[in-house]
């Protein structure tokens, strides 16, 4: 019995197995200085090389099996609870209680990958966490960090990488970064870049920089459009004070141009338009009256600004805003732009007699000459849209220099006298006597072309008997 007793007590210091004891203070202390030992030669375990010893818990079962496992992870959660309820309770201890179960892990076990479960029964108590840190890795770490090149930034945003741009604080970094970005062609960045411009510079220099750089320019516009920085519908005043704000923004001399005509357009439009609406509204003018206004001039492109003038104002001296010959010189229209405008509005109308005047110039002698920097050919069409008289059209379709353009337009809009003259001066007989079945017969078209016909037999016979008379004698 004695000797039974020993070989007992043997086995209790000897193993590593202990019992429980009721001196909590040194079973804590024991028990954590114990993990502190198995966390800090996990290096030194996993080298350990002891396959061949096999380890068996206190139900005899093999340590590192399934259901020992099983039976491990039920035990450590309870164990857990268990700890951390204790550990509440004891205030006066800044220790947490470790499980039990710890001391039932072999080195065989942890290198046969129970590592985890014995990591969690070490770590999961309701105190200090006496585990380890585990870290992310340092290249994950690197996403955040401020060394990245402009180009190496474009890189990691093609990817989709987070990249923080506020270290780029000088102008010059700013611009190499946007250049990058350009020569990247993702258009998600450089919308990216130049919001983070846009935030960071004053609006001057912005403009100034993008000014060479068209498609970045192309970029922030798209954008501001699609968010609603700017606006595409103004009111009046606030458009002009906008144009205005524009004028002294750095651009190119040609851009400066016509920000300032543009400006100047919509001052002009504000003034027509409050004397035209008080004209209108007072019922003063008949030209109002039978021709009502359809639409606003404010915010009227410059074309269609003319036209309205044409319309409207086109017997108004030089001197006054609304007058057609002040727009042309104050915009510097050309000749061209300014006929076509002044022809169709006045065709419009139908006042023949300014569409006659627009084309009659007067030469050193005194003498009148008509002239169309256009081309009469495109007048004749302009005339027969707005359904111009047969008589107006034949007078232009006259003046088409090119005879074959001048006989087209002539049988097209039914101009028979301008086919029938263009025949006679080309003595061609034969045309004459085609033309004459397109008309009516015994009209006065008809006659005019047996006239002609007859005039052309007796200038042949009197041709040819000269002829004969002068080679007899």
């Not at 600004?305 to 086109?314: E, N, P, R, V």
Request: proline content about 3%; aromatic content about 10%.
């Amino acid at each position: 019995m004695s000797r039974a007793r020993a070989d007992e007590e043997e086995y209790w210091h000897s193993s590593k197995f202990r019992a429980f004891t009721f001196d909590d203070e040194d079973d804590e202390l024991s028990q954590l200085k114990e993990s502190k030992r198995a966390v800090n030669s996990l290096r030194d375990i996993v080298d350990d090389d002891d396959d061949d010893l096999e380890r068996v818990s206190w139900s005899g079962e093999p340590v590192g099996s399934i259901s020992w496992s099983i039976k491990e992870t039920a035990s450590g959660s309870t164990s857990s609870l268990d700890g951390r309820d204790s550990s509440l309770q004891k205030g006066s201890s800044s220790y947490a209680v470790l499980p039990k179960q710890g001391s039932s892990y072999s080195l065989s076990s942890l290198f046969k990958g129970e590592l985890c479960f014995f990591l969690s029964a070490l770590t999961d108590t309701g105190g200090k966490s006496y585990a380890p840190e585990l870290r992310r890795p340092k290249a994950e770490y690197k996403d955040y960090s401020s060394d990245w090149s402009p180009k190496d930034t474009v890189r990691r945003m093609q990817r989709g990488k987070v990249c923080s741009l506020e270290r780029f604080r000088s102008l010059q970094d700013k611009l190499v970064l946007l250049d990058e970005a350009v020569a990247g062609h993702d258009g998600n960045v450089i919308t990216a870049v130049l919001i983070f411009l846009k935030r960071t510079l004053r609006r001057e220099i912005l403009f100034r920089e993008l000014e060479v750089r068209q498609v970045a320019l192309c970029h922030l516009i798209h954008f501001l459009r699609e968010t609603g920085d700017i606006p595409r519908s103004l009111n009046v005043e606030k458009r002009r004070e906008f144009l205005k704000s524009c004028i002294g923004l750095p651009f190119s001399a040609e851009d400066t141009s016509h920000i300032q005509d543009h400006y100047t357009l919509l001052e002009r439009q504000i003034i027509i338009e409050a004397n035209d609406r008080h004209l209108e509204m007072a019922g003063q003018s008949e030209l109002f009256r039978k021709y009502p206004r359809k639409a606003s001039i404010l915010n009227m492109p410059l074309v269609t600004t003319l036209f309205y003038s044409c319309f409207y104002h086109y017997t108004e001296a030089e001197g006054t805003f609304s007058s057609p010959s002040n727009l042309k010189k104050t915009f510097k229209i050309p000749d061209k732009q300014y006929v076509l405008t002044a022809l169709a509005a006045r065709a419009k109308l139908r006042a023949w007699g300014d569409v006659d005047a627009l084309f009659t110039t007067k030469n050193w002698l005194g003498y009148t000459k008509k002239k169309a920097p256009i081309g009469f050919h495109r007048v004749v069409e302009i005339l027969q849209r707005n359904s111009a008289p047969v008589q107006v059209l034949q007078e232009y379709v006259r003046l088409v220099e090119d005879v074959e353009t001048r006989l087209s337009l002539a049988t097209k809009y039914k101009c028979h006298d301008v086919v029938i003259e263009t025949y006679r001066d080309l003595k061609d007989r034969i045309q004459l006597i085609a033309y004459k079945s397109k008309v009516e017969r015994g009209s006065a078209e008809d006659e005019k072309i047996n006239s002609i016909l007859n005039n052309m037999v007796r200038n042949a016979y009197f041709f040819f008997r000269t002829f004969i008379g002068n080679h007899v004698d």
